[in-house]
């Protein structure tokens, strides 16, 4: 079985997002997601200052088997890439809730969190796939 941390929120398409303190949300693609996908080879993430729509495709992800969308989680502007992945886009397939996260956003609404899946919704999700 994946690791589902239990203090993040998913999405169907299979990204996670992290609360920060300051309101803003870390963004990366889950456990289930990166395994499913294999090594990866490639990140394009969106700009910082970008103006993204919620399940708007905003990244793809290349892996040796196939390349992938990642959707926004929520509607907001980018404000930060992880760059780390730009030479090591490998950190997302050891470290998908750590070293690995792919982008921070500063979300239109908060509430719209609240519409994602808990981490034992996302578990029961994956299941049945």
């Not at 910082?48 to 088997?65: I, M, N």
């Not at 929520?74 to 750590?98: C, F, K, M």
Request: charged content about 30%; hydrophobic content about 40%.
């Amino acid at each position: 079985m994946s690791e589902v941390p239990l203090d993040l929120k998913y999405t169907r398409s299979h990204e996670w997002v992290r609360l920060e303190d300051d309101g803003t949300v870390t963004v990366g693609i889950s456990d289930h997601a990166q395994a499913a996908l294999g090594d990866l080879v490639f990140v394009e993430p969106p700009e910082a200052g970008a103006e993204l729509s919620a399940d708007e495709a905003c990244t793809v992800v290349e892996s040796v088997k196939a390349a992938s969308d990642v959707y926004a989680p929520v509607a907001g502007e980018v404000i930060e890439v992880n760059t780390l992945l730009d030479d090591t886009p490998e950190l997302i397939n050891s470290d998908p809730y750590g070293e690995g996260w792919i982008m921070r956003l500063r979300p239109a609404d908060a509430a719209e969190l609240d519409r994602l899946m808990s981490a034992d919704d996302y578990r029961q999700l994956v299941a049945e796939e």
